[in-house]
């Protein structure tokens, strides 16, 4: 492979299994080969302004969430790592963002620390539920520029 092409792997990752499957994936397919950096990204949405009280509970409630997705995150860094990643080659990354778009705010993400490869779990749903409820892989598929896609089933 030529030097030139990024190697850069973000992973947009919850606690769902789907999520879980797409980290397994990426571990399975490129641990333990040597040049790939990967980043398991999770974006926090930030609630509406109105949602809390007050901002303590606010901050309470991002610090109880920020530490159950870190837990998360650790794990899908574990996994990357046994299954042949450099530790210095895995990183984490959640960030809080407001989100009327899950898909663009990941893209976003993507966009802002140039990454080659965006992968991420499909969901599952049926054409009904992708219909009314819409896709978060399915709009990154459809609009996605200057870097490749992997939805994991």
């Known amino acids: 492979m030529s030097p030139d092409v990024n190697r850069n792997i973000l992973i947009a990752a919850d606690e769902s299994e789907n ?6 994936y990426v ?3 490129l641990g333990g080969i040597k040049g790939f950096k ?3 990204l999770h974006v ?3 609630p509406e302004e109105d949602y809390f009280p007050d901002d303590a509970q606010k901050d309470k409630w991002y610090r109880e969430y920020k530490a159950k997705t870190d837990k ?3 794990d899908y860094s574990r996994m990357l790592i046994e299954a042949g990643f450099a530790p210095e080659d895995v ?3 959640s960030t809080l963002r407001y989100c009327p778009s899950m898909a663009e705010c990941i893209l976003l993400e993507r966009d802002k620390l140039e990454y080659g490869t965006l992968v991420v779990g499909r969901k599952g749903l049926s054409r009904k539920e992708e219909f009314l409820f819409g896709s978060i892989s399915g709009k990154i598929v459809r609009t996605a520029r200057n870097c490749t896609v992997w939805v994991v089933e």
């Open 19 to 24: 999520a879980k499957r797409a980290v397994l």
């Open 27 to 29: 571990a399975k397919l």
């Open 38 to 40: 990967v980043t398991v």
């Open 44 to 46: 926090i949405r930030e």
């Open 72 to 74: 998360v995150l650790n």
């Open 91 to 93: 990183s984490t990354r």
